[in-house]
């Protein structure tokens, strides 16, 4: 059995205390407990759909934006194109396809750049996850930098880091490509309140999440 896990999405206001999205997270139910799925590329339309349309119901009627990762091959797969299609039909909610770091066997990136130019086409929202890490190069980005409506930065997977002041190259140039290319920006990862003040001070970007503000549920 599979479920989707929901990690909340904030707006730097500090007075508004609802969360404006979620990013999903599927769980498979093995063992007697919730575990990450031992192959993620081999989650088929068939499971995802279903589960998309069972999350999207239960939103709170506030919940403006609900992403959900999709690996190499199932982004460049027409299958999945269809589907969040269909799902989008009877959605009020915006979706945003996130397209991982990781590498898939025999994805080359000419099809994702391809993929991601037919999911823009039909108006649906790419976002590039952890943007400057695993496969998503910045080369790779700029690449598909007119399909892409949102860049995700994780600091998450720059620990250990004593201050995010050490990270300021990267978090410098992804942010400052966001405004430049008018991207929507998402900062993950945040576990401090240090870190969420230096956010809101020098990088006042369009999207947090990170453990301080809410870890991953089951919706």
């Known amino acids: 059995m599979f479920r989707f896990f929901g990690q909340p999405k904030f707006d730097l206001d500090p007075k508004h205390q609802d969360p404006i999205g979620y990013e999903l997270f599927i769980r498979e139910w093995r063992d007697g ?64 396809i996130e397209l991982t770091e990781r590498l898939a066997p025999g994805v080359h990136e000419d099809q994702l750049v391809q993929a991601a130019k037919r999911f823009a086409d039909h108006d649906l929202l790419v976002c590039i996850d952890d943007v400057g890490t695993g496969q998503n190069t910045p080369e790779m980005v700029v690449r598909m930098n007119d399909s892409v409506a949102e860049y995700k930065f994780a600091l998450q997977n720059f620990r250990p880091f004593a201050a995010i002041a050490e990270l300021a190259p990267e978090l410098d140039m992804w942010y400052a490509m966001a405004q430049k290319e008018h991207k929507m920006l998402a900062i993950e990862g945040i576990e401090t309140p240090e870190e969420l003040a230096l956010i809101r001070r020098q990088y006042p970007c369009d999207v947090v999440q990170g453990y301080l503000l809410g870890k991953p549920a089951l919706i």
């Open 33 to 96: 407990q919730w575990l990450l799925p031992e192959n993620f590329s081999a989650l088929s339309v068939a499971i995802i759909e279903p589960l998309l349309v069972q999350t999207i119901a239960a939103m709170p009627s506030k919940v403006q934006m609900l992403s959900f990762n999709l690996e190499q091959d199932q982004f460049i797969d027409p299958a999945f194109l269809a589907m969040v299609l269909r799902v989008e039909q009877h959605a009020s909610i915006r979706l945003f």
